[in-house]
């Protein structure tokens, strides 16, 4: 007799390789009581954190501006080489998670979410030159509000460590992020790392310079 399995396929992201503190983040939503929180990813992507999240069984809202990484094709990478994206919906059906995560497709902030949730995670959005034209509070303050009570505020975010990043203000230097949090908000975790060299990667195909900070704050009203 034949019997029929369906095997799971693993993906890979393109940015699989870089630099993140994301795992702290998910250490956090496990903490919860929360058994399938909803939890949106600012700038999903080719899904390299939504998936992750999805594969655990919680509900995603993926928002994400970029067609190819939404919808797959080619990208220049390190020595002008060609890689070829997936895209965050293959990714999805080949994983078989498609049905776990809604795509937004818009810029974070003209996007419309269809409820709030108990968690919200960025990675190093904010400070790229798209999004220079919006102020950093404005920013902030989306993820805030679509934040339930309770709900968590994460971001892992670059700082300045040239001199260009000195005058734009969303390159945040050390504990400047606090400002934009008052007595409604229980700052949980908070660090920054030193200048370090990453390696070449989409979009920075030569080693370059980094400094990252990480923030979680708790919505407490």
Same mark, same amino acid.
């Given at each position: 007799?034949?019997?029929?399995?369906?095997?799971?396929?693993?993906?890979?992201?393109?940015?699989?390789?870089?630099?993140?503190?994301?795992?702290?983040?998910?250490?956090?939503?496990?903490?919860?009581?929360?058994?399938?929180?909803?939890?949106?990813?600012?700038?999903?992507?080719?899904?390299?954190?939504?998936?992750?999240?999805?594969?655990?069984?919680?509900?995603?809202?993926?928002?994400?501006?970029?067609?190819?990484?939404?919808?797959?094709?080619?990208?220049?990478?390190?020595?002008?080489?060609?890689? =070829? /994206?997936?895209?965050?919906?293959?990714?999805? *059906? $080949?994983?078989?998670?498609?049905?776990?995560?809604?795509? %937004?497709?818009?810029?974070?902030?003209?996007?419309?979410?269809?409820?709030?949730?108990?968690?919200?995670?960025?990675?190093?959005?904010?400070?790229?030159?798209?999004?220079?034209?919006?102020?950093?509070?404005?920013?902030?303050?989306?993820?805030?509000?679509?934040?339930?009570?309770?709900?968590?505020?994460?971001?892992?975010?670059?700082?300045?460590?040239?001199?260009?990043?000195? =005058? /734009?203000?969303?390159?945040?230097?050390?504990? *400047? $992020?606090?400002?934009?949090?008052?007595?409604?908000?229980? %700052?949980?975790?908070?660090?920054?790392?030193?200048?370090?060299?990453?390696?070449?990667?989409?979009?920075?195909?030569?080693?370059?310079?980094?400094?990252?900070?990480?923030?979680?704050?708790?919505?407490?009203?």
């Amino acid at each position: 007799m034949t019997v029929n399995k369906t095997i799971m396929l693993s993906t890979k992201s393109i940015w699989q390789n870089t630099k993140t503190f994301f795992p702290l983040f998910e250490s956090f939503i496990e903490k919860s009581d929360n058994p399938r929180p909803v939890v949106c990813i600012v700038g999903a992507s080719d899904g390299r954190f939504v998936v992750p999240l999805a594969r655990k069984n919680y509900d995603i809202i993926a928002v994400e501006n970029d067609p190819i990484m939404i919808n797959g094709g080619v990208v220049e990478g390190p020595n002008k080489t060609k890689i =070829n /994206v997936l895209g965050l919906k293959e990714r999805l *059906k $080949i994983e078989q998670l498609s049905s776990s995560v809604k795509i %937004i497709e818009n810029n974070f902030l003209d996007a419309d979410l269809p409820f709030l949730v108990d968690a919200v995670f960025t990675s190093s959005t904010w400070d790229c030159t798209i999004n220079h034209n919006s102020s950093l509070k404005e920013y902030i303050n989306k993820m805030q509000v679509i934040l339930k009570p309770s709900g968590l505020f994460c971001a892992e975010y670059m700082m300045p460590c040239e001199e260009k990043h000195l =005058n /734009v203000e969303h390159f945040l230097d050390e504990r *400047k $992020i606090n400002n934009f949090f008052n007595e409604d908000w229980q %700052i949980l975790e908070e660090f920054f790392t030193p200048v370090f060299i990453d390696e070449p990667h989409v979009g920075k195909i030569f080693p370059h310079n980094h400094r990252m900070g990480f923030f979680v704050a708790k919505k407490i009203k």
